[in-house]
């Protein structure tokens, strides 16, 4: 069973790949969006087979989920104009960017319990045998950080894809606020760039907080940090550059997606993440020289420069 | 880190992958811009399939309340990336050249 599974993935990488290299051309660009479909299919239905997927309550929940998002989703992408198509790619890949940083949180969260769960019991051996009260006990033992828990590649590659999946869903529903015009402000705070700055390192030295940590609360105000820095580099690009931007996110949905690919140990994420994110790297820079500006000028532009538009 | 695929062969596979995502798309028409940056966003919902995997071993509430939206937000980025691209697309077909609202 599980070489179907494994076959059914190889076969959705393979099917995702030859779409979007048929999407790459007028004639059979209809063609392409039907085969990586199919291999959306065959992959999520390979999914429901896994042996990892434990217990009645989450196979009900999966359902559920997939039948909710899904629904909503369809009936939105139906419904939207021709016109207002750019930011309903926008908010889609948001959704994808969320899925990838609440996929890190699982993770994250799952490491510290099993933590804390070690903490315990090496504390109640220890009190045991010194006849100690427990919280004393608690105080005395040490089980490790995350990082070493999860293992050093592991949770730098679920660090890594948090931020960038975190930081591509709130800087995606930004740039869906501004392209559907809901959203006028081109600036939060006097001093942008040095907010985003502050903002970045801050989330830096939190992702390491959470590495070298065993405690549940850094895990919270790390995903904060990420999320903050989405909206405040996003709010300063105008609207004109919003489809450059919007490319740019997406790449790096697809590279956290492939990070997530590594976490869970799943070949068809990682491959149709980083060939996403190569794609997406390249198609940015494309569009970028189409409108006659490079990429540093539309992200970096705004910064500190323009007053309120609205 | 799954059974058969070590961190090294994992590299490989991260490499190879970036080189086809950039080859697969070198040579691509300005009119395809959008619908291609579509179709790749439906590509990264692939993502689901790790959302499922995530609240398929969540334990304890957090964790499958986390899960549970991981799954949400990744068929959402599915079924949306699928039925704008299919939209997008379909222009192509009645009429090539003289439609161009697809490349903005």
Known sequence: MTLVIQFSYFAAALLFILG????????????????????????????????????????????????????FAYVTAKKVAMTDMPQMVAIYNGLGGGSAGLIAAVSLAKAQRELHTVAQDEAAAVAASHNLPMDAALRLVDAGSIGAWMGIDVAILALLGA?????????????????????KRNKLVSGHQWVNIALAIATVLLGIWVFFAGTGWPIFLFFVAAFLVGIFVTTPIGGADM???ISLLNALTGLAVGFKGYVLGNPALIIAGIVVGAAGMLLTHLMAKAMNRPITNVLFSGFGASPDAG | MIEGMTGVIAIYVFMLSAVAGYEVISRVPVILHTPLMSGSNFVHGIVVVGA?????????PLEQALGFLAVLLGAGNAVGGYVVTERMLEMFKTSDKDKKQGAK
């Open chain 1, 20 to 71: 979007l290299k048929a999407m790459a051309s007028p004639l059979t660009a209809r063609k392409g969006i039907i085969w990586a479909g199919v291999g959306m299919v065959i992959a999520t239905v390979a999914t429901f087979f896994e042996p990892v997927i434990v217990g009645t309550t989450n196979y009900v929940l999966i359902l559920l989920a997939i039948a909710i998002g899904g629904a």
């Open chain 1, 163 to 183: 931020v960038i999946g975190t930081v591509a869903f709130s800087g995606s529903v930004i740039a869906w606020a501004k392209l559907d015009g809901r959203m």
């Open chain 1, 243 to 245: 489809p450059v931007v």
């Open chain 2, 52 to 60: 499922m995997a995530a609240l398929g071993m969540a334990q304890t």
